[in-house]
């Protein structure tokens, strides 16, 4: 009895001793931080903020805290910008030194810094600027997409006749043809409604979404190097990206095998148009394969 009341009194200590060491190693971490509500060990404010109404919680915390505050969010330190005064002067008078992505463990572990969306620095700089280029040769904001769009308007008409007059919930079919358009500026090819890689690619990027909002992925953004190696739907986000990005990857081949470098079809032939130009440029940020397009 006597070991097992020592026992406990040793892990009581243990315990003790490293709730005291995270609060010192976070007091420490938040010294040159905005103020804000003070953590707990392990789990940080969670407990202070209501997931399905952060930007209500965030609020009430700026009442107390002022415009500018720090949340912690399981491990990791999130700055809080807060009213069209703050987020003016950071974003428009110092844009420049607000530019970069902040580091999002989930999307750090996909896009590894590539990507228009998700890159940073000159990388972001040079892919903006190419993908901004090429989209407008292929008629973004310009006259010429209108073709496209009245293209696959008739395939969405004829998609609605269908239905003989009956209701019916627009929702997909105008998901189909958006997709469609957008498709065809990057893919050079539009779908039909009942193509089912065309169905399932957009059920899998549907569910994708979803998973991106959903507690688990939370989680993990919050503790990721535990989460990341435990079960569950988190998993799931990683195995939906990997058949987005083979479908991609099958559509670049294909791309490859017909590539006519005097008549780019779409945005793929561009890129690789643009890869080849610049293969020996050690300073290239054009060689970032399929993660452009994710």
């Avoid at 992925?217 to 998993?235: K, T």
């Avoid at 300073?283 to 970032?288: D, G, I, K, R």
Wanted: aromatic letters at 10%; proline letters at 5%; charged letters at 25%.
């Amino acid at each position: 009895m006597e070991l097992g009341g020592a026992g406990t009194l040793l892990l009581a200590v243990s315990v003790t001793a490293l709730i005291f060491l995270m609060t010192w190693i976070n007091s420490n971490k938040r010294k040159n931080m905005p103020p804000g509500p003070t953590p707990l060990p392990f789990i940080g404010n969670i407990l202070q903020v209501n997931n399905k109404e952060l930007p209500q919680s965030f609020l009430k915390l700026a009442k107390v805290h002022g415009d500018v505050f720090t949340v912690q969010l399981g491990t990791r330190s999130i700055v809080l910008l807060h009213g069209y005064d703050t987020v003016k002067e950071a974003l428009v008078d110092n844009a420049d030194v607000f530019s970069d992505r902040g580091t999002i463990p989930t999307v750090q572990r996909i896009f590894q810094n590539f990507g228009i969306i998700f890159s940073n620095g000159e990388r972001w700089k040079v892919l903006r600027r190419f993908s901004l280029s090429t989209l407008r040769n292929f008629g973004m904001g310009k006259r010429s997409i209108e073709e496209r769009i009245q293209e696959e308007s008739q395939y969405l008409m004829e998609e609605f006749r269908k239905k003989k007059g009956s209701p019916c919930d627009p929702t997909f079919p105008l998901t189909l043809a958006v997709s469609n358009v957008i498709c065809s500026i990057v893919f050079g090819e539009r779908f039909d409604y009942a193509d089912q890689t065309f169905l399932s690619l957009l059920e899998t990027m549907k569910e994708t979404f979803k998973l991106v909002n959903s507690a688990a992925v939370q989680l993990l953004n919050s503790f990721p190097n535990f989460i990341r190696y435990l079960p569950g739907p988190h998993q799931k986000l990683f195995q939906n990206i990997k058949k987005i990005q083979a479908f991609v990857l099958e559509k670049v081949k294909e791309h490859e095998k017909t590539l006519d470098k005097d008549c780019p079809r779409d945005y793929i032939d561009c890129f690789l148009i643009k890869m080849e130009e610049e293969k020996n440029n050690p300073n290239t940020n054009s060689t970032l394969g399929t993660y452009l397009f994710l």
